[in-house]
């Protein structure tokens, strides 16, 4: 029933009524409301909420319970007035976990609440799911179990106007404990496609957020996160610790969640068994039917699994992979299989689950898309992420990444498959080389840019530890010349400290010289170029750490004190800035050592390869 629009006699009331709820004042509230025509069916906002409504969206459950109480059966009637969104009084107490008493006194005095819809098609059921709020749907979904056994079709809870389910809803809320009781409640909304043809297990493939632990490369949050107990619903103290257990508690249960729907929904096998009518190209000629060729592809939805992929959700990828490894084989609508969109997305963890797939990367490996792109054609189409990345991603670094890719897919295709042609004329190699042009320019301007400052940074630090050695600290004696302070236990210190400072930071001046005199080709950009940065970045640091610690040795010779805290003050004071310029390169440092070390790995593998040797039995055909 729709609400009738009563002249309001006085906006003061409103004020006061508005005031008193949003401030917790239920006494109030109750007195205004006995004084009103309309009593706690006023309407109090401009969207047609009631005093009732209010209440029930602010979780005021005893005010809520005790306006109840104060209706006499002739007003029942009305508490199935509706706001502006068309929601029921019942609808917005499903906002919240605290009124699961109101919601009961409210169905005891109008049980059609439980089955009216919103303008979406929602029943307070579903509004609940689409809240994530798991303690009120429990107790609706028991009344609804109460209501279905009385004939009521249980369709109408289970689903809104646009085919979405209560799954797809608690999926979106990220409520996966909800979404598990649904699932195992309610198991035929498992195979349940929304509007847009997606199952539950679909919609959580495109939902990388789940799974996102979200302490990234903070060492403090990571370490808390591994041993933080996220199973007891106890509540921690301390803010950071409580946000990051219900962190990792949602990532979790969102793992539970994906085991239960991997194993019961079937739309990993929505595609279709198709031949590949895509024929691989070996020369830039082409009969008449090619063109026909390349429009004969079926067209096919994507699965969980390649909608993970491309998401990143790497844990529905095992857990797809683990249950049914024969989903490996499944190709979109654009004909690429798991690695043509795991290369396209650039998602490492899941190229590395794949290729150790012995058999399934052999059947892979060959494989082209409706494009003519095979695995190494992909190198050169990457999509781009909405994700923010944490690490610094600079031209060089992401020109270096897809050549180490581009090598190593290169080792996994076959020599037929490096040799193909996509429907372009293009070899992989050709395509790579015209699509990084540009990033290759960047990513020269950018290596040169970095160059010539540390190598003005190293020079500065040269020039001062160079004059140092000249104004020893204590100065020297006027007759014979040595200094006065050698022997001093500090002055070992401080001399070689600053030996050592003006080796390293003129070695970095000659990598970076190196560096600026490059001829930038492009396989350069794979290892040579960082490992000489690395190599330039590491002598600058341990240039700036040395002449740090002359300089604390040249503090502690010229104003010692016998009291040691004055000391390590002074140590504090002195490495302050290797700390600072520590901290400022960390990020690039850490990803030029990746590099470096993938470059040692590589070379272990060249000189030591591993051998492994599986043993199969043999089958006994006489049985």
């Known amino acids: 029933m729709n609400i009738t629009v009563s002249r309001v006699d006085d906006d003061w009331t409103n004020t006061e009524l508005y005031n008193a709820l949003s401030m917790g004042q239920d006494m109030k509230v109750f007195e205004i409301c006995r004084d009103l025509t309309n009593g706690p069916f006023h309407i109090l906002t401009i969207h047609h909420d009631t005093v009732l409504h209010t209440a029930s969206f602010n979780k005021r459950n005893r005010l809520v319970v005790a306006l109840l109480g104060s209706l006499n059966e002739s007003q029942f009637e ?175 249960s969102g793992k539970e969640l994906a085991k239960l729907l991997v194993e019961k929904d079937k739309s990993w096998k929505a595609t279709k068994s198709r031949l590949d009518k895509s024929r691989a190209k070996f020369h830039k000629y082409e009969g008449h039917d090619a063109a026909l060729e390349k429009r004969d592809f079926a067209w096919a939805p994507d699965t969980p699994l390649l909608l993970a992929t491309k998401s990143g959700c790497t844990d529905i990828v095992k857990e797809i992979l683990n249950v049914y490894p024969q989903a490996v084989e499944h190709i979109d609508g654009d004909g690429r299989n798991i690695l043509h969109v795991a290369i396209k997305y650039r998602r490492m963890d899941i190229i590395d689950i794949v290729t150790n797939m012995a058999h399934s990367i052999r059947r892979l490996r060959g494989k082209i898309d409706k494009k003519g792109y095979s695995l190494l054609h992909m190198l050169s189409v990457q999509a781009k992420d909405n994700k923010a990345d944490d690490d610094i991603r600079n031209p060089a670094l992401i020109l270096r990444d897809d050549l180490i890719l581009f090598e190593r897919m290169r080792k996994v295709c076959t020599t037929l498959s490096r040799l193909q042609l996509n429907f372009n004329g293009e070899t992989a190699e050709q395509m790579l080389l015209d699509k990084t042009t540009q990033l290759r320019v960047d990513a020269k301007e950018w290596m040169k840019n970095t160059a010539e400052n540390c190598s003005i940074v190293a020079v500065l630090i040269a020039t001062v530890a160079f004059a140092a050695a000249y104004t020893v600290p204590g100065g020297p004696n006027q007759e014979t010349g040595y200094p006065l302070l050698k022997s001093k236990p500090f002055f070992i210190v401080f001399a070689l400290s600053d030996a050592l400072s003006l080796t390293f930071s003129l070695t970095s001046v000659i990598v970076f010289l190196s560096i600026l005199t490059s001829s930038f080709r492009l396989n350069d950009f794979r290892y040579t170029l960082h490992n000489k940065l690395l190599l330039g970045l590491t002598m600058l640091i341990l240039s700036v750490s040395m002449m740090m610690v002359a300089f604390a040795a040249t503090l502690i010779l010229t104003i010692s004190s016998s009291r040691n805290w004055t000391n390590v003050l002074l140590y504090i004071i002195s490495f302050f800035p290797v700390t600072v310029y520590g901290y400022s390169y960390i990020h690039l440092y850490k990803l030029l050592i990746n590099a470096f070390c993938e470059k040692v790995w590589a070379v272990k593998e060249a000189i030591f390869p591993a051998c492994v040797v599986t043993i199969l039995p043999e089958a006994d055909f006489t049985s």
Not at 101 to 125: D, I, Q, W
Not at 153 to 165: A, G, M, Q, Y
Not at 181 to 201: E, H, N, S, V, W
Not at 216 to 221: E, H, R, S
């Open 78 to 252: 009305k508490l199935t007035w509706i706001n502006s969104s068309g929601n029921t009084i019942l609808h917005e107490t499903t906002t919240n976990n605290g009124t699961v008493e109101a919601a009961r006194e409210m169905l005891c005095r109008a049980p059609s609440l439980l089955m009216m819809t919103n303008k979406l098609g929602e029943t307070p059921l579903f509004h609940a799911a689409r809240h994530g709020k798991t303690k009120i749907f429990k107790f609706l979904s028991d009344e609804v179990e109460t209501t279905v056994r009385k004939g009521a079709n249980v369709e109408t809870f289970l689903l809104r106007n646009d085919k979405s389910t209560i799954l797809h809803v608690a999926i979106l809320s990220q409520n996966f404990d909800l979404a598990i009781f649904i699932a195992q409640r309610y198991p035929r909304l498992i195979a349940a496609k929304d509007g847009d043809g997606l199952t539950g297990l679909q919609l959580l493939a495109c939902n990388p957020s789940a799974f996102d632990n979200g302490v990234g490369n903070n060492f403090l949050k990571k370490l808390i996160y591994n041993y933080i107990d996220c199973s007891s619903e106890k509540r921690s103290r301390v803010p950071m610790f409580e946000e990051i257990r219900k962190i990792k508690h949602r990532c979790e």
